[in-house]
């Protein structure tokens, strides 16, 4: 999968796509305890193989944005994921394509 990290002026985002736990930790030695403010959560919220706990507590990140089918077939997001999410040390924003149909975000 393709991983991006945009940066501009007033922050950053982190898409992960369907990156998995090794991905994972090839984005963490890169930010070097850089955080996120907003994170595209990996593959729609699924607890299996991404979204760990130890990730989430790295990025901490602001804003969390899952991609994903309103009720579809695989369960996504996943409980786990949601759980981790809302569980770091931050406060993070929870924003749901199943929940709300599209997401736009300006960065001004």
Known sequence: SLVVLMKVQEGN????ADAGEMAERRVEEYLNGEQIDIYQVAHHGSANGTNTEDFIETIRPKMA?????????????HKETIERLTQTSSAV??????????????ID
């Open 13 to 16: 985002a982190l898409f992960m």
């Open 93 to 106: 924003m929870i924003l749901r394509t199943d929940e709300s149909g599209r997401i736009s975000i300006k």
């Open 65 to 77: 944005v899952i991609s994903c089918g309103y009720k579809n077939s695989y369960n996504h997001p």
